[in-house]
């Protein structure tokens, strides 16, 4: 009698805390929206990506001694601008952001991976210290074209 009274209360507590975990996760998911925040995002209206600086003109410019900065859009099936040129050594300040669907946005032969979310910038920097020509991919399936999707990237 009393073992079948103590497992009922621990079933009612064992019921009670999955209801009250679901709870705390569906209301935190609720009050934060679905996309973790991170503060090397910030929003964009990707309808409005070629009106919106510094996105209406994608490209490379120097920001410093051998620090660059390149703007960048995505969008099926290529990227703005279609080839950048840097000399040996530059440390380049991506930022990207995407027209319309998920890309990617990856450099083989570094370690430059990223999505590229639509209604996100995203950022990330890179120093090249050897030369040669690199290729920057799209590694998220993003139509057709996908596997045609890339720039390119001068460094000598
Ligand atoms: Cu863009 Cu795959």
């Avoid at 064992?14 to 209301?27: D, N, P, Y």
């Avoid at 440390?91 to 669907?101: A, E, L, R």
């Amino acid at each position: 009698m009393h073992i079948h009274k103590l497992e009922k209360i621990w079933l009612t507590i064992g019921i009670a805390m999955l209801f009250v975990f679901l709870a705390v996760l569906g209301v935190s998911a609720f009050a934060m929206g679905v996309k973790p925040p991170s503060e090397h995002h910030h929003q964009i209206d990707p309808a409005k990506v070629k009106e919106t600086a510094p996105f209406d003109q994608p490209g490379i410019h120097q920001t410093g001694e051998k620090r660059f900065e390149a703007v960048m859009t995505a969008f099926t099936f290529g990227y703005a601008p279609d080839a950048m040129e840097v000399p040996v050594g530059s440390t380049v300040d991506f930022m990207v952001t995407s027209q319309d669907v998920v890309h990617g946005f990856e450099i083989p032969g570094t370690n430059v991976n990223m999505m590229i979310v639509p209604g996100e910038v995203s950022h990330v920097s890179h120093t090249f210290t050897q030369p040669g020509t690199y290729l920057i991919l799209c590694n998220e399936y993003c139509g057709g074209a996908h596997e045609f999707m890339k720039t390119t990237l001068i460094v000598k």
